[in-house]
């Protein structure tokens, strides 16, 4: 599935939107013949454009469920050796991949002034494709084998702020908040909904996770994560590029639909 580089018309746009991250991943079966030996391998197929490489705790394997019984959507099935998460980063930090024994993720993140810009999702899907059958192709290498997928996952997280010196206001950004009186100390607000595939049988959730935060500079501001996270309809990676761009869609629209219209023109809506 290559993206033709094309935004749809149909999505709403901003000329200054308040994105700060943006994350495309999957999770897949532990493939056959890979040990945590073999990581700088891996490392090696991206090593040219992200030089640089950190070690984190891995991300315990998380699978959007129904009708059982789940703390979060998230079960823990983990067995054998335990892994590491790896990042592979570019020099400048904006962009990383994130590998770890059933998992690869890209980030894109504002970094230093916050200026560098958004390369847009129909760049990013494209690169995550080709990292992605670069992984699978390796993996390949080391026992007959395709990427397993069984989980999907895409987040917006935005950063919004008020103009300096002004006070954070929920309601001038938030369309579903609204405080009688004086604006609270801090609050956390977050909502799931079911995503249907097009037999209307669940495929899984959208997630929206706001709550107030603190800058660098000590200023306030509110941040909302809007994640898209389940199973595609095959475990290829065909399937899992469908799923990301459905759940891109998603995003963007409740996005639009959960801040207000002054915000909007604050960003530029342009559709």
Known sequence: ??????RPNYLPDFRNPPLNEVVLGVQFSSPKGY???YA??????FRSEFPRAEEHPAIAPAFETFGLPSKGGQLDFATGASHDRFW???QSGDELIQFQQDRLLHNWRKVGDQTNPYPRFESMINRFHAELEQLQDYLNSLSPQKLSINQ???SYINHIAPEMGQIVK???????VRFSNSEPEDFSISFRERIRDDDGKPQGRLTCETTTGIKPDSSRIIVMKLTVR??????????????LTKGRELIV???AEVTTDTAHKKWGRVK
Do not use: H, Y
């Open 170 to 176: 929920a309601s001038d950004w938030l369309s579903f």
């Open 230 to 243: 389940g199973a595609p309809k095959g475990t290829d990676i065909e399937s899992a590029l469908q799923f």
């Open 253 to 255: 629209f409740r996005f």
């Open 1 to 6: 599935m290559k993206n033709d580089g094309t």
């Open 35 to 37: 040990q945590q030996v």
């Open 88 to 90: 592979f980063l570019r």
């Open 40 to 45: 700088g391998e891996v490392w090696n197929l």
């Open 152 to 154: 999907c996952e895409i």
